[in-house]
T-cell receptor, first 117, second 115 residues
Framework: AQKVTQAQTEISVVEKEDVTLDCVYE???????LFWYKQPPSGELVFLIR??????QNEISGRYSWNFQKSTSSFNFTITASQVVDSAVYFC??????????????FGTGTRLLVSP | GAGVSQTPSNKVTEKGKYVELRCDPI?????LYWYRQSLGQGPEFLIY????????DSGLPNDRFFAVRPEGSVSTLKIQRTERGDSAVYLC?????????????FGPGTRLTVT
């Protein structure tokens, strides 16, 4: 069975600090996808990134970066120079690679990030 | 363009009542998903539609839950004989269909409270 663990329930930082959100996953599939979503107080899930299991290159997008390590089954997310607007709940998710574009997402329990001024 | 919309945004009902939750996907998206998010938890998959048919309903918790998508666009999630444990935010997502992955776009959710 697939499982995603986000051990950090809540993290509090002061603006401009760097912060890393941890994600550990379990799957028996050799081909799978990993995701990060942001859920601001408004409640709507916002897609941040998708990674497939064959691509272990780290990715950087502005202040966001992701570190995918298959050897440790981890897909960690770092926000550099955090801002108050980054305050939200962040979810890591996993999906098997099935045909026909069907992607059933398995989510972790989320990490609440609080960035104070 | 317009995103995924869900109505109502909030629904309070008494235990034992019947409720319907509506989802309007992004125009042109053939795939539609329902998830349920309990307090302090991540969303959990309920059901997936490809067009009009439910391609995977393995996440529906029991036979009190049912969903339809009669014309391949709007979907309705129906819950019979509601229980207090059904209280949660029900999220809908839609995506394009294809041989490769397409991003799921989520709606704002319907917060269901069963008293």
């Amino acid at each position: 069975a697939q499982k995603v663990t986000q051990a950090q329930t809540e993290i509090s930082v002061v603006e401009k600090e760097d912060v890393t959100l941890d994600c550990v996953y379990e799957t028996r599939d050799t081909t799978y996808y990993l995701f990060w979503y942001k859920q601001p107080p408004s409640g709507e899930l916002v897609f941040l990134i998708r990674r497939n299991s064959f691509d272990e290159q780290n990715e950087i997008s502005g202040r966001y970066s992701w570190n995918f390590q298959k050897s440790t089954s981890s897909f960690n997310f770092t926000i550099t120079a955090s801002q108050v607007v980054d305050s939200a709940v962040y979810f890591c998710a996993l999906s098997e690679a099935s045909g026909g574009g069907f992607q059933k997402l398995v989510f972790g329990t989320g990490t609440r990030l609080l960035v104070s001024p | 363009g317009a995103g995924v919309s869900q109505t109502p945004s909030n629904k309070v009902t008494e235990k034992g009542k019947y409720v319907e939750l509506r989802c309007d996907p992004i125009s042109g998206h053939t795939a539609l998903y329902w998830y349920r998010q309990s307090l302090g938890q991540g969303p959990e998959f309920l059901i997936y539609f490809q067009g009009t048919g439910a391609a995977d309903d393995s996440g529906l918790p029991n036979d009190r839950f049912f969903a339809v998508r009669p014309e391949g666009s709007v979907s309705t999630l129906k819950i019979q004989r509601t229980e207090r444990g059904d209280s949660a935010v029900y999220l809908c997502a839609s995506s394009l269909r294809g041989e490769t992955f397409y991003e799921q776009y989520f709606g704002p959710g319907t917060r269901l409270t069963v008293t």
